[in-house]
């Protein structure tokens, strides 16, 4: 990582994919385990094309070309929103289970290749394509409605869709808090689609303006806002032929339809969570008479968090299940009627994603960490007893892909000091080819530190501290997420392309990150005192970062910054507000500004509801403190923003104005959540440093 040096720009922090990170992705097997395709882009930009490699000769190929030039609608463009998806081309594909046919949506069409050929087989906006196992039937949603093509032709399975009602997609709550993408599930035989029936008509239409474009434009989203209701969403179960729905019963109480499998034997499992987010429940249907069955019961509290390791043995009909009721999340087994059979794994660690089960071997492969949550590795555990084995040698982050046969799998890794590479090993471990070597990167930039500091009678917080060669007494910045679900402090190559911490360094900061209480990845004992009363455990914890940092004798902490974006944006704030001695400026990123102006989902699971916490939401909310602020404050918003409304940064605003607090805005009008234009980007990393070599430096 060494060349000539001229210093990083705006513009190069600005700029996608960061050195090193023009990697393959959607890293997938054929169904016989003969190729590993990915989606990669040679000219090392974000538009991105379809290659394989043969799994027996590594030789690499590119092999599908986006079929033409697209358009976006405005559909999937919300859809990618909730996946964060900044790429083009061609952004995903599919393979059938058991035959080498391959699905490939792109630009609203739809286009399946088989025996050599890529034909386009359905258009006019469809969305979330789906394939049988052996490839004979394909199912997709369009016009709100779910549609079925074979032998018979293109038929539609599904009707009544209207302005707020839809049939086979999940409804925003579902994509964007539950990481459920989907809204029908095909049975793997693909003679009945289960689907849910969708109803917002009754939730308040919440407008967004377009501001900055020549023509008027007004989105109308139906937002459920924490404590109001939500989407009606109903369950059925239709004939693939078409015909008349079956209508399940779901349990009667508020939830959510969190996730749906069929199980080998023809049943229909359905995840329910209840409302409060503190018991899931697994029921089992079955699909031609709608008979219900409570399979098992998980009640965990503070709060449950969803997974996706359900997975079946069909010889014996069992299945694995995770939960964190020990306090770390740990795999079972459980019989088909639902009895524990026996805890697979133990201890004071997490096994966080179940990647595949070897149904033959009785083997579950997952992925997690035993000895440090700032890495991540590959283990497999026999179903039947025993301790797990560790697969990835090499420290740093490995995330898998494992082949259908279990003859390899593949090795996405990367650390601080290695860019990504990706390796197709055997399943020992051994290397059998380079699919990706680690990129050389011009760039002159150090690895951050990585430290383990202690507090409050034994609290162990993760910290990174990227520091300018030589620094004494240097001002300081605090990025800051400080959020549930989120890590910012890993052995990742992400860390050292974190290119705005390094122009910060190269201007003479030192930039500091902390993983706070109610981070991820470190059990719920580590993410529940956040629990109803948010921004204020996690501020203390980034003060004694801070304090920390002091005590090594480096930095001048009576010059810190802070500045993130999200729940960084309210970090941000609420450190401003809460510890206004230790942080003296900060640029705040979309913030949420009230809890009561975000949605149901999130906002429920950590905070109750306005209504059951009313004094937890007053002590949350930024606007609480807006007359106790003193240090120089930046508000950035993108102001089509459909997840943190712009109305969070209005609201804030009016509050300052009303206390008579001097404050600064930067709003970028055509800017959703994630700001796309590479234009705005570089503008809002320009004025971030000027603002903080104005204030600190």
Same mark, same amino acid.
Not at 160 to 176: D, K, M, R, Y
Not at 184 to 197: E, M, R
Not at 344 to 361: C, K, M, N, Q, Y
Not at 455 to 484: K, M, T
């Given at each position: 990582?060494?060349?000539?040096?001229?210093?990083?720009?705006?513009?190069?922090?600005?700029?996608?994919?960061?050195?090193?990170?023009?990697?393959?992705?959607?890293?997938?097997?054929?169904?016989?385990?003969?190729?590993?395709?990915?989606?990669?882009?040679?000219?090392?930009?974000?538009?991105?094309?379809?290659?394989?490699?043969?799994?027996?000769?590594?030789?690499?190929?590119?092999?599908?070309?986006?079929?033409?030039?697209?358009?976006?609608?405005?559909?999937?463009?919300?859809?990618?929103?909730?996946?964060?998806?900044?790429?083009?081309?061609?952004?995903?594909?599919?393979?059938?289970?058991?035959?080498?046919?391959?699905?490939?949506?792109?630009?609203?069409?739809?286009?399946?290749?088989?025996?050599?050929?890529?034909?386009?087989?359905?258009?006019?906006?469809?969305?979330?394509?789906?394939?049988?196992?052996?490839?004979?039937?394909?199912?997709?949603?369009?016009?709100?409605?779910?549609?079925?093509?074979?032998?018979?032709?293109?038929?539609?399975?599904?009707?009544?869709?209207?302005?707020?009602?839809?049939?086979?997609?999940?409804?925003?709550?579902?994509?964007?808090?539950?990481?459920?993408?989907?809204?029908?599930?095909?049975?793997?035989?693909?003679?009945?689609?289960?689907?849910?029936?969708?109803?917002?008509?009754?939730?308040?239409?919440?407008?967004?303006?377009?501001?900055?474009?020549?023509?008027?434009?007004?989105?109308?989203?139906?937002?459920?806002?924490?404590?109001?209701?939500?989407?009606?969403?109903?369950?059925?179960?239709?004939?693939?032929?078409?015909?008349?729905?079956?209508?399940?019963?779901?349990?009667?109480?508020?939830?959510?339809?969190?996730?749906?499998?069929?199980?080998?034997?023809?049943?229909?499992?359905?995840?329910?969570?209840?409302?409060?987010?503190?018991?899931?429940?697994?029921?089992?249907?079955?699909?031609?008479?709608?008979?219900?069955?409570?399979?098992?019961?998980?009640?965990?509290?503070?709060?449950?968090?969803?997974?996706?390791?359900?997975?079946?043995?069909?010889?014996?009909?069992?299945?694995?299940?995770?939960?964190?009721?020990?306090?770390?999340?740990?795999?079972?087994?459980?019989?088909?009627?639902?009895?524990?059979?026996?805890?697979?794994?133990?201890?004071?660690?997490?096994?966080?994603?179940?990647?595949?089960?070897?149904?033959?071997?009785?083997?579950?492969?997952?992925?997690?960490?035993?000895?440090?949550?700032?890495?991540?590795?590959?283990?497999?555990?026999?179903?039947?007893?025993?301790?797990?084995?560790?697969?990835?040698?090499?420290?740093?982050?490995?995330?898998?892909?494992?082949?259908?046969?279990?003859?390899?799998?593949?090795?996405?890794?990367?650390?601080?000091?290695?860019?990504?590479?990706?390796?197709?090993?055997?399943?020992?471990?051994?290397?059998?080819?380079?699919?990706?070597?680690?990129?050389?990167?011009?760039?002159?930039?150090?690895?951050?530190?990585?430290?383990?500091?202690?507090?409050?009678?034994?609290?162990?917080?993760?910290?990174?501290?990227?520091?300018?060669?030589?620094?004494?007494?240097?001002?300081?910045?605090?990025?800051?997420?400080?959020?549930?679900?989120?890590?910012?402090?890993?052995?990742?190559?992400?860390?050292?392309?974190? /290119? #705005?911490?390094?122009? &910060?360094?190269?201007? +003479?900061? @030192?930039?500091?990150? =902390?993983?706070? $209480?109610?981070? %991820? *990845?470190?059990?719920?004992?580590?993410?529940?005192?956040?629990?109803?009363?948010?921004?204020?455990?996690?501020?203390?914890?980034?003060?004694?970062?801070?304090?920390?940092?002091?005590?090594?004798?480096?930095?001048?902490?009576?010059?810190?910054?802070?500045?993130?974006?999200?729940?960084?944006?309210?970090?941000?704030?609420?450190?401003?507000?809460?510890?206004?001695?230790?942080?003296?400026?900060?640029?705040?990123?979309?913030?949420?500004?009230?809890?009561?102006?975000?949605?149901?989902?999130?906002?429920?699971?950590?905070?109750?509801?306005?209504?059951?916490?009313?004094?937890?939401?007053?002590?949350?909310?930024?606007?609480?403190?807006?007359?106790? /602020? #003193?240090?120089?404050? &930046?508000?950035?918003? +993108?102001? @089509?923003?459909?997840? =943190?409304?712009? $109305?969070?940064? %209005? *609201?804030?605003?009016?509050?300052?104005?009303?206390?008579?607090?001097?404050?600064?805005?930067?709003?970028?009008?055509?800017?959703?959540?994630?700001?796309?234009?590479?234009?705005?980007?570089?503008?809002?990393?320009?004025?971030?440093?000027?603002?903080?070599?104005?204030?600190?430096?």
């Amino acid at each position: 990582m060494t060349a000539e040096h001229k210093g990083l720009t705006p513009e190069d922090v600005a700029r996608y994919p960061r050195p090193g990170m023009a990697i393959p992705r959607r890293i997938k097997y054929s169904p016989d385990s003969g190729f590993i395709t990915y989606l990669f882009s040679s000219a090392g930009d974000l538009a991105l094309e379809l290659w394989r490699l043969d799994a027996s000769t590594g030789h690499q190929e590119r092999w599908l070309a986006p079929p033409g030039a697209t358009t976006i609608s405005r559909e999937e463009e919300l859809r990618r929103e909730r996946t964060r998806t900044l790429e083009v081309g061609i952004t995903d594909y599919l393979w059938a289970e058991k035959a080498n046919l391959l699905l490939m949506p792109f630009g609203g069409d739809l286009y399946r290749w088989r025996e050599g050929r890529l034909e386009q087989i359905a258009g006019g906006g469809v969305v979330d394509p789906k394939v049988t196992a052996g490839g004979s039937r394909v199912f997709f949603v369009r016009d709100g409605e779910v549609w079925c093509i074979d032998d018979g032709g293109e038929r539609v399975l599904t009707t009544g869709s209207s302005p707020g009602v839809t049939n086979g997609l999940a409804e925003f709550i579902a994509q964007e808090e539950l990481g459920r993408a989907s809204g029908y599930w095909p049975s793997p035989d693909g003679s009945l689609v289960a689907f849910a029936h969708v109803d917002e008509r009754h939730i308040p239409l919440y407008p967004i303006v377009h501001q900055g474009t020549a023509q008027v434009e007004v989105e109308e989203h139906r937002y459920p806002f924490s404590g109001a209701a939500n989407a009606r969403v109903k369950l059925a179960v239709v004939a693939a032929t078409g015909g008349k729905p079956l209508h399940l019963e779901l349990p009667d109480e508020e939830g959510y339809i969190a996730r749906v499998d069929w199980h080998p034997d023809g049943r229909l499992f359905v995840q329910w969570l209840r409302r409060d987010w503190q018991r899931i429940t697994l029921l089992a249907y079955q699909p031609t008479t709608g008979e219900r069955v409570e399979i098992l019961v998980d009640e965990v509290k503070p709060w449950v968090n969803l997974h996706n390791d359900l997975r079946f043995l069909p010889a014996t009909g069992e299945f694995t299940w995770s939960s964190e009721r020990t306090g770390f999340r740990h795999l079972y087994l459980h019989a088909p009627d639902g009895r524990m059979l026996r805890q697979i794994t133990h201890g004071d660690w997490p096994t966080e994603t179940v990647v595949a089960l070897d149904s033959d071997r009785r083997e579950v492969y997952f992925t997690g960490w035993l000895r440090t949550p700032v890495e991540q590795h590959l283990f497999r555990v026999s179903l039947d007893g025993g301790e797990p084995v560790r697969l990835t040698a090499d420290p740093g982050m490995h995330a898998v892909e494992i082949a259908p046969d279990f003859s390899s799998f593949v090795d996405m890794h990367d650390s601080r000091a290695r860019p990504p590479s990706v390796t197709v090993r055997g399943m020992k471990g051994e290397s059998r080819h380079t699919l990706h070597a680690s990129a050389a990167v011009d760039l002159d930039i150090a690895p951050p530190e990585l430290h383990e500091l202690s507090i409050d009678g034994g609290v162990r917080l993760h910290a990174a501290v990227y520091r300018p060669p030589g620094s004494d007494h240097a001002p300081v910045v605090v990025e800051a997420y400080g959020g549930p679900t989120a890590q910012t402090v890993t052995d990742s190559w992400s860390m050292t392309v974190d /290119l #705005r911490a390094q122009m &910060l360094v190269e201007q +003479g900061f @030192i930039v500091l990150k =902390v993983d706070n $209480r109610g981070s %991820a *990845r470190r059990g719920l004992a580590f993410e529940a005192p956040i629990a109803r009363h948010m921004g204020d455990v996690e501020v203390h914890d980034q003060v004694a970062g801070v304090r920390w940092l002091e005590s090594l004798g480096i930095a001048d902490t009576s010059r810190v910054g802070i500045t993130g974006w999200s729940y960084g944006g309210y970090m941000t704030l609420m450190s401003l507000l809460k510890a206004p001695d230790v942080f003296k400026a900060g640029v705040a990123g979309a913030p949420v500004t009230d809890w009561d102006g975000y949605d149901t989902g999130y906002t429920e699971k950590y905070m109750g509801t306005p209504q059951n916490n009313p004094d937890g939401y007053r002590d949350a909310s930024v606007i609480t403190y807006a007359a106790s /602020l #003193r240090g120089r404050l &930046l508000l950035v918003h +993108g102001m @089509i923003d459909e997840n =943190v409304h712009f $109305r969070h940064t %209005a *609201r804030l605003i009016q509050a300052l104005i009303d206390a008579g607090r001097p404050y600064e805005t930067l709003l970028y009008p055509n800017e959703r959540h994630l700001p796309r234009s590479e234009r705005d980007r570089a503008d809002m990393e320009r004025r971030l440093l000027e603002f903080f070599k104005k204030h600190l430096a």
